[in-house]
């Protein structure tokens, strides 16, 4: 059975790794859902979300250049609601900025950064 991207066919997972899980489908033909097609969520353990034996709905994302099928199970579900992004602080006045270059050079022990002689000169 030929499958083009677009489809969506139901598979059951024959392998379980750490970059994704091998899907066989009907007709025998296998595909690989890469790690990051997974979940909207981050992935750090595929076997988190999958086991082998497991029957899942795929999408297909189509072939990659050695004609390997790409699948997708994110793409069936439903995308989160991001929610609302933390709002910048303002950027501090230039006169402060000042203030803290100079408190920053100056705080080098008093003498500027430079390493000078302590104690007794040799004669």
Not at 36 to 52: M, P, W, Y
Request: proline share 6%; no cysteine; aromatic share 6%.
């Amino acid at each position: 059975m030929k499958y083009e991207a677009g489809s969506i066919v139901e598979g059951r997972v024959t392998r379980v790794m750490d970059f994704g899980a091998f899907v066989e489908l009907p007709g025998g033909e296998s595909g690989l859902v890469h790690i990051s097609e997974i979940a909207h969520e981050f992935v750090k353990n595929v076997r988190d979300f999958l086991n082998e034996g497991d029957i899942v709905e795929v999408f297909v994302l189509g072939r990659d250049e050695k004609g390997r099928l790409d699948l997708s199970i994110k793409e069936l579900m439903e995308k989160p609601v991001d929610p609302p992004k933390p709002r910048r602080l303002p950027r501090q006045a230039p006169e402060f900025e000042q203030k803290l270059k100079s408190f920053m050079r100056g705080s080098g022990g008093g003498d500027g950064g430079k390493k000078r002689g302590r104690g007794r000169k040799k004669r």
